[in-house]
């Protein structure tokens, strides 16, 4: 069974509605730099980034996985955004600084 991959006009509207705009601003620019990638799914966009899932929009909202947030090791004077990329790269690299083998 393969994906559906669509989104709807309400979400697309959603992205840019007030409260979302500025992570939304954020994703696009490291999109268009090539460290993010989007990924669209029936009505949801996900955006990976260093091997993992960084931020999800469904239903008119960004969410993250709070499994992340424990891989706080020597983060500070971040801003939330800054703070869930490195997180990312905690979590997908091993103590040699390699990237983990991931599958997805």
Do not use: H, W
């Not at 989104?7 to 992570?23: G, H, P, S």
């Not at 029936?42 to 993992?52: A, E, R, T």
């Amino acid at each position: 069974m393969s994906f559906i991959r669509c989104l709807d006009e309400k979400q697309i509207a959603a992205l840019y509605n007030n409260k979302n705009i500025e992570l939304f601003n954020l994703l696009k620019n490291d999109i268009l730099s090539g460290v993010v990638f989007p990924a669209v799914r029936k009505n949801q966009l996900y955006f990976y980034y260093k091997g993992g899932c960084l931020f999800k929009f469904s239903n008119g909202a960004f969410t993250r996985d709070e499994a992340y947030k424990k891989y706080n090791f020597g983060i500070v004077a971040l801003s939330d955004y800054e703070a869930a990329k490195k997180q990312n790269e905690i979590k997908f690299t091993n103590t040699k600084d390699v990237i983990k083998n991931v599958s997805f």
